[in-house]
């Protein structure tokens, strides 16, 4: 379990990364807004979603989360559809310049990720991406987030390229999963 003593320590850690997270987005060749990248990159990794789950998945207000897709959509960088089974809600897909942009978003912070840590080897890496993953988790479990909507779940894998309309998507997997009783 635990203790406070050890909390505190990553309390203070936790905001030495978010001092490196704004470091990384101030050198971020992107155009737009710093959250809207954020939300690109999300979507590119769980395919389409609705905006309340977007706004679960950054625990932002749902009014936050829209003011950003009416920007990002007005880019041409996401795409709203239509909820096949309701007509009155929407889901948010990547647009192909969107795509575009978090490839090259990624690729860039990569780069410089690999320069600032060439006296790390790749499992320490992999070791505390895991980590950082298993800290978000906990936090989504915490609060009742479902963990397929967690950045987090999927540490090492790539940003995806936008889904033909017939590809599965959370959605589509979450009802295969209720067919099958999980």
């Not at 410089?112 to 505390?128: C, N, S």
Request: aromatic share 4%.
């Amino acid at each position: 379990m635990a203790s406070e003593e050890s909390c505190g320590e990553l309390l203070v850690r936790l905001s030495d990364v978010n001092t490196v997270i704004r470091a990384v987005k101030r050198e971020m060749p992107f155009a737009g807004p710093r959250s809207g990248l954020a939300m690109l990159m999300a979507l590119a990794r769980c395919g389409e979603l609705r905006l309340g789950e977007l706004a679960d998945l950054f625990d932002v207000d749902q009014s936050v989360v829209s003011r950003h897709v009416a920007d990002l959509q007005e880019h041409g960088w996401i795409e709203r559809i239509p909820n096949p089974r309701d007509g009155r809600s929407w889901y948010v897909r990547l647009a192909p310049d969107g795509g575009r942009i978090v490839e090259e978003a990624t690729a860039h912070v990569r780069q410089m990720f690999a320069g600032m840590l060439q006296d790390w080897d790749d499992e320490e890496i992999a070791e505390l991406a895991g980590l950082l993953a298993r800290l978000r988790a906990s936090f989504d479990a915490r609060r009742g987030c479902p963990s397929h909507f967690s950045r987090a779940a999927r540490p090492h894998e790539a940003p995806r390229s936008p889904k033909p309309k017939t590809a599965a998507t959370p959605r589509t997997a979450r009802t295969a999963q209720t067919a099958k009783g999980n």
